[in-house]
Every structure is written in structure tokens, then in C-alpha cells.
């Protein structure tokens, strides 16, 4: 039996002229959190439309679950959540009248799953949606992706709009899921937020998958970027002997440098001297892609 729960062998999809993806070919295992990772307008919604056949490929083919994403798309949406990016429906109806008509089509008769997440996300689901905020929405979004407990969750961009504490639970469900022996596959454009969560990362560019990686991989490569403020004056020589240190400038009391990989060393030689104050910034996806292959194109 296979361990794949997504296939695809060289699938595309254009619009036309215009860029969709083109010839990705992916393996996605099973009870995994898988992270399609890539700035907007890189292909992230296109793939996981034309996985769900709500697009028809151009050419190549997806399998899904053991089934053919074109064929068996019915079967696959039974057996799958999905939390669409432009997540939108009857606004008139309350969150819970909208949990209801999908557990109705769905054969469920038991809430219980969607009242529990209801209370951790902190959703108001007896509220219409027009009258909700977008993050609440958004609240209302994931549960419906994720109340039949299903064995595939497919979410694009899904802590948008969310408040920092309701990513952290968001982040906290997505690794039950895994502990379940479920499957997950997120697109994000955020390099910390698939960092903490995915076990494997695909990152896409201009529609292009240019990368597969276990996340402990991508943090070898990843930059931080460093500011140091120290009580004392400190030598030219600070940090020199601290191998993943690179581009130091120091300026007076205040040390900038980038750390390529593990950050340990760094924090040992730092324990030496007095300091004030550290802030560390993560780096951005441009420089992710730097890491990888050099300058963008």
C-alpha cells in the first residue's frame, strides 16, 4: 500500500498566456504536515485547486488519496477538509447554521468535533457571517475543514487574517492532526509558520516547484539576521570565531551580523560579554530563494 497520500507527475496548469504551475511533480506522505510554501501569486492556490479538480490540469496528473484527482474528485472531496483561501459562503447564515449544512451533506449528525474547536479558536458561531470579522471568519473556515476529522486537510493561507494567539492554536491543531495519523498540506507564504509546524517543505516559485526539503534541512540554510547591543565596548574581533557568523559590522557598542544555521555558538560566545539587548529577524522568503539558488531571476 502506497504511502502517498498527493501524487503528481509533471502537473500544469495555464491560463492561456499566463503562468498557473508548470510540471510539478510532488510526493506528499501520509500523516505528514506538508508546507507549499511560496510568495503570493506563485501557484500555491492554483495547485491545490486543480488537486481538488476545481481546475482541470493542462497536462500532467495528480493522484489523491490512491484515487485519480480527475475522475474521483467526488471520492476525494468525501474524504478530504478544505479550507479555500477566498473562504466565502451565505453570509446570511450563522457559523453554526453553516457547520450544520456541511455536517448534513456530509452524513454527520455529531457536532461535538466542531464545538470543540468553536471553543478553542474562541469562534462566535452564532452570529451571521457578514457580521463577523475576518479572522473570525477565517475561525469559521477552519472548522469546517477539519470538524469530520478528515483523513486529508487541504488549507491555503489559513492563519490569515488570525490574531498571534490563534496561530499558535492553529499550529497546535495542525500537529494533533499529524499525532491522528492525518494528513496535512498548508500553502503559506510565512517561513516561520511552516518552520514550526510542516515536517517537509515545498517551496514554489513563478509557478515552479524548486524544492523539497525536511524543515531541519531548510533551517541549516535559512539566515537570521542579528543586532547586538552591548553594555561594554567590545573588540573588532567579537563573534570572528563563531563559524555560522557572516557580515559582521560593528558600530560602537551595537554588533550586526547574519547566522547561517544553528544559532547555539552564537548564544555561547554572546554569554561572554554583557549585553543589553538582541534582536534577531528572520529572513525573508527572497532570501530563502537566495539560499537555494542564487539571485532571482
Do not use: W
Amino acid at each position: 500500500m502506497s504511502t502517498a497520500v498527493i501524487e503528481t507527475d509533471r502537473l500544469s496548469k495555464r491560463y492561456g498566456s499566463s503562468r498557473g504551475i508548470s510540471d510539478v511533480t510532488l510526493r506528499v506522505r501520509r500523516g505528514e504536515v506538508f508546507g507549499f510554501l511560496g510568495p503570493n501569486g506563485a501557484g500555491k492556490t492554483t495547485m491545490i485547486r486543480t488537486l481538488l479538480d476545481l481546475l482541470h490540469p493542462t497536462s500532467g496528473s495528480a493522484r489523491v488519496l490512491g484515487l485519480d484527482s480527475r475522475r474521483d474528485s467526488r471520492a476525494i472531496r468525501a474524504r478530504s477538509g478544505n479550507l479555500p483561501g477566498d473562504f466565502a459562503y451565505d453570509e446570511r447564515l450563522t457559523g453554526r447554521e453553516l457547520l450544520a449544512f456541511f455536517a448534513a451533506v456530509r452524513g454527520r449528525r455529531d457536532l461535538g468535533v466542531a464545538q470543540a474547536l468553536a471553543e478553542r479558536f474562541e469562534a462566535d458561531l452564532s452570529r451571521p457571517l457578514h457580521e463577523l470579522s475576518r479572522g473570525n471568519r477565517q475561525k469559521v473556515g477552519l472548522i469546517q475543514a477539519l470538524f469530520h476529522e478528515p483523513e486529508l486537510v487541504i488549507l491555503d493561507e489559513p492563519t490569515s487574517g488570525l490574531d498571534p494567539l490563534m496561530q499558535e492554536e492553529f499550529l497546535r491543531v495542525a500537529a494533533e492532526q499529524r499525532e491522528a495519523g492525518r494528513t496535512v498540506f498548508l500553502s503559506s507564504h510565512d517561513l516561520d509558520e511552516v518552520q514550526r509546524v510542516c515536517d517537509r517543505v515545498g517551496i514554489v516559485r513563478e509557478g515552479r516547484l524548486i524544492a523539497v526539503e525536511e524543515v531541519a534541512a531548510m533551517r541549516e540554510r535559512a539566515l537570521r539576521h542579528v543586532t547586538v547591543r552591548f553594555a561594554d565596548p567590545v573588540s573588532d574581533g567579537v563573534l570572528a570565531d563563531v563559524p555560522s557568523v557572516e557580515h559582521r559590522e560593528l558600530d560602537g557598542r551595537t554588533l550586526r551580523f547574519r547566522v547561517r544555521g544553528e544559532i547555539d555558538g552564537v548564544v555561547k560566545a554572546l554569554a561572554r560579554h554583557r549585553v543589553e539587548d538582541v534582536e534577531i529577524t528572520r529572513p525573508t522568503l527572497d532570501e530563502l530563494f537566495l539560499a537555494y539558488y542564487g539571485r532571482p531571476s
